[in-house]
Structures are given as C-alpha cells and as structure tokens.
C-alpha cells in the first residue's frame, strides 16, 4: 500500500502526515482520518490503508504537532494511570476549534495540490475526538466537506457555544454518527438533539447505534469490537461512495 511521509505548513507549525493512496494509478476522492485521543500511532497507519484499499486518497495528521515529539500511549492504560490521563487530557485541551478550522483548511489545500487526489471537496472520518473534530469542520468549512463520519464521537453536543450540533444551519456534507451504547459523552439525549438540528437544518444525515462500548472501532482500544468494526467500516465506505463519487 504506497504510503507519502510529507509534513503541511500550517499557520501554527509544520504538522507531520501520512497519505495513503491505493494500488494502481489515480487520482482518488480525498479522505481526512482524525485519531482518537491517544493521537496517530500504528493502529492507526492501518486503518488509514485500509480505508485506502477501498479506493480513496487518506491523509493522517499528526494533530498534535503543536507539542512536538510527544510520546505515544499506551491505550490498554492510557485512562487507568493518573499521570498518562492528565497528559492525554492536557492534548485533547490543546485542540481548540479554532486550531483544529486553521489545521483543516491547510491539509485540504495540501490534498487539492496532490496529484493522487481529485476534486475540491472531501470526506472527514474520525473516532472519539476525532469524530467531533469530523462534526465541527462539516459546520465550519462547508464548502470543503462533502462527508463527514464521526464514531464513538465525543462531545457532538454539549452546552458550550462552540458544539458543533449549533453549526447544523451551516452544513453542506451528508453527516454519518455511529454511537456507541452506553456512553456518557453521546448519550440518547445528545443524538435526539444533534437529530433535531441536523433535520431543522435539512442536513442529510444518520444517526445509528452500535451495540458496543466506546472505542469499538479501533483496534487498539480494550473495548475494540471486531464486528461493530466491521460495520463501522461497511458505513463509511457506503456514505463516502456516495457522496465523493461526483
């Protein structure tokens, strides 16, 4: 699977990606991946190359560049040692939506200038953080996300004036949720309101649930579910085909 090592200039640093590309010649629709918490990491390689088999540019941020070269979690542990919580926390905290809107634009002009990719609108795909970095770029760059996918997202509503369910009136992309049961930070509450917003705004969207916990989808996390992963995997090749396919 080619695999590019580049780095993007953004307007806070140089922030390290990955762009994985399918066998064969291209140019391929665009894909950004957001990590988890515990940041890009190896499981994370693999599952940017496998989104790519399935016929798609991927680009896979370092998003916290900003702190240079900071260490790798151990994500069996990550939560269960105070020291390894407070470090991952303090991260999270460093990814404001202003930073992550800043990010985003510069790796978007970096995929329109790559000669793999094609069009000027993309998908974002991301898991825990990463889901509702997807959410609030689909609200906050709409003329450059044409799908966004969240799973096991994190914070999609909440009661600050930067949630991206508020952004709802200003999304263009079709919005894909994959909750996980029984988790404190998207609850049936938050999906009946991001369900509200998204309709009164006449975003096309769906909001489903996965009979797993929080991290099912990445292979790494202890409560990684094979086969809610695979669903997670057969959601986002179906709305990406759809709406990267023009």
Same mark, same amino acid.
């Given at each position: 699977?080619?695999?590019?090592?580049?780095?993007?200039?953004?307007?806070?640093?140089?922030?390290?990606?990955?762009?994985?590309?399918?066998? /064969?010649?291209?140019?391929?629709?665009? @894909? +950004?991946?957001?990590?988890?918490?515990?940041?890009?990491?190896?499981?994370?390689?693999?599952?940017?190359?496998?989104?790519?088999?399935?016929?798609?540019?991927?680009?896979?941020?370092? @998003?916290?560049?900003?702190?240079?070269?900071?260490?790798?979690?151990?994500?069996?542990?990550?939560?269960?040692?105070?020291?390894?919580?407070?470090? +991952?926390?303090?991260?999270?905290?460093?990814?404001?939506?202003?930073?992550?809107?800043?990010?985003?634009?510069?790796?978007?002009?970096?995929?329109?200038?790559?000669?793999?990719?094609?069009?000027?609108?993309?998908?974002?795909?991301?898991?825990?953080?990463?889901?509702? +970095?997807?959410?609030?770029? $689909?609200?906050?760059?709409?003329?450059?996300? *044409?799908?966004? *996918?969240?799973?096991?997202? /994190?914070?999609? @509503?909440?009661?600050?004036?930067?949630?991206?369910?508020?952004?709802?009136?200003?999304?263009?992309?079709?919005?894909?949720?994959?909750? $996980?049961?029984?988790? *404190? &930070?998207?609850?049936?509450?938050?999906?009946?309101?991001?369900?509200?917003?998204?309709?009164? *705004?006449? @975003?096309?969207?769906?909001?489903?649930?996965?009979?797993?916990?929080?991290?099912?989808?990445?292979?790494?996390?202890?409560?990684?579910?094979?086969?809610?992963?695979?669903?997670?995997?057969? $959601?986002?090749?179906?709305?990406?085909?759809?709406?990267? &396919?023009?």
């Amino acid at each position: 699977m080619p695999n590019i090592k580049d780095s993007v200039t953004t307007p806070d640093g140089t922030c390290p990606v990955q762009l994985f590309t399918p066998e /064969g010649q291209g140019p391929w629709p665009g @894909v +950004i991946m957001f990590p988890d918490a515990g940041g890009v990491r190896e499981t994370f390689d693999h599952m940017a190359a496998k989104l790519a088999r399935s016929g798609y540019a991927v680009l896979l941020p370092d @998003v916290y560049y900003r702190e240079g070269d900071w260490a790798p979690f151990d994500m069996a542990t990550a939560f269960g040692d105070a020291k390894e919580r407070a470090r +991952i926390m303090f991260l999270i905290g460093t990814l404001t939506p202003d930073r992550i809107t800043r990010d985003a634009g510069a790796l978007f002009d970096y995929l329109v200038a790559r000669p793999e990719v094609t069009g000027d609108r993309f998908g974002v795909c991301g898991y825990c953080m990463g889901g509702r +970095i997807s959410v609030l770029l $689909a609200g906050r760059l709409p003329d450059r996300v *044409a799908a966004a *996918a969240s799973f096991h997202g /994190g914070g999609l @509503v909440t009661d600050g004036p930067d949630s991206p369910h508020l952004l709802a009136d200003r999304m263009n992309a079709f919005v894909y949720v994959g909750g $996980a049961r029984n988790d *404190a &930070s998207f609850t049936a509450d938050h999906a009946e309101q991001l369900e509200k917003a998204l309709t009164a *705004a006449d @975003v096309a969207h769906r909001i489903e649930w996965y009979e797993a916990g929080h991290g099912f989808a990445v292979p790494d996390n202890p409560p990684y579910s094979a086969s809610a992963a695979e669903r997670h995997w057969e $959601a986002m090749t179906e709305v990406f085909g759809a709406a990267l &396919s023009g």
